[in-house]
């Protein structure tokens, strides 16, 4: 439902069955290059590629457990984080095939790639610490380290000139030097807790960090919190449309929180029902739908949400 007199900010369209697949996803991502949606389907232990055109399942590609994707353009790859065990995955992006895999020494969670360096970042799901790999030589380049416990969603600006790191344990946003892998700050978020999903703001010097039932935004620039605005709880994932200035939260609870962004004041929209424990969304920029993915009993779908009129 929207805000009071206003239309809901999103309108859901018909799930789009998944065939042959099965159970929980973690991360989703968008290759707007291709159009696709990449899904890392934990439970069913694929990347499955769902093309956007076709509104089909191009291919669920077997890489063992599945937590998120990374997208490599110019090198023609997805690297997935994988487990069981704990190790990175390399699939050609045009064949869909796997070529490659970098063995890691713990569970991963959360991945993004540094198109500037060339390099891979992985979370380590086990401790506050993540690694950063180099997928032409499949070795761990170095491993950085943070204060606290647990970490979420990493996330480069524009520029790859500084990496943002949700650490959940600490309730901060670690801020990283690519260029040499060194934390230079940890920036306070309290009062809020445990981040989870982060999104950098281009155009600005905005950066969105969704926690226990608030989205906050911050000066990435310095770290100042500049406002907060109330979302539905336990929200894992969370996408940002540049060009409309609006955020999008999926929270396990049912809900995805909708928030417009307007000269560095953050507003509810709205909140829309969703799938009961969908922690999964996605934006394409293109067209402005916004994606989710669930299970309902043995079957899964994706399922585009239209975004109402500004």
């Known amino acids: 439902m929207g805000a009071p007199g206003l239309a809901a900010p999103l309108t859901p369209g018909h799930p789009i069955l998944l065939p042959g697949t099965h159970g929980r996803f973690d991360f989703i991502r968008m290759d707007t290059a291709k159009d696709r949606v990449l899904l890392g389907h934990e439970a069913n232990k694929t990347l499955d590629v769902f093309d956007l055109k076709s509104k089909r399942l191009l291919k669920a590609v ?65 401790a506050a610490e993540e690694w950063v790999i180099d997928p032409e030589t499949k070795e761990v380049v170095t491993t ?27 309730n901060t946003i670690a801020v990283v030097d690519p260029g040499d892998n060194q934390v230079l ?20 010097k905005g950066l969105l960090a969704a926690c226990g039932g608030e989205l906050v935004l911050l ?20 996408a940002y449309d540049a060009k409309l200035h609006t955020a999008y939260c999926a929270s396990r609870e049912g809900k995805i929180s909708v928030l417009a962004l307007t000269a560095d004041k953050l507003t509810l929209l709205g909140e829309v029902q969703d799938e009961p424990g969908t922690g999964s969304i996605v934006v394409d920029p293109k067209t402005h739908t916004v994606w989710i993915a669930f299970h309902k009993g043995d079957e899964c779908f994706v399922q585009p949400f239209t975004p109402s009129p500004l």
């Open 185 to 204: 700050h940890a920036w306070s978020l309290a009062p809020d807790t445990g981040p989870h999903g982060i999104a950098v703001v281009p155009g600005g």
């Open 219 to 238: 000066n990435r620039a310095t770290g100042r919190i500049v406002d907060r605005a109330t979302t539905a709880g336990r929200v894992d994932e969370m």
């Open 144 to 170: 950085i380290k943070f204060k606290g416990r647990g970490v979420e969603e990493p996330a480069f600006d524009p520029q790859y000139k500084r990496l943002f790191q949700a650490v959940k344990g600490a």
């Open 62 to 126: 077997p890489t063992g457990t599945a937590q998120d994707a990374a997208v490599d353009v110019a090198g023609g790859n997805y690297y997935v984080s994988g487990n069981d065990p704990g190790r990175m995955v390399i699939v050609n992006s045009k064949t869909l095939e796997v070529t490659g895999e970098v063995p890691l020494p713990a569970a991963t969670d959360l991945i993004a790639f540094d198109a500037k360096r060339r390099l891979v970042h992985i979370c380590n799901d086990t």
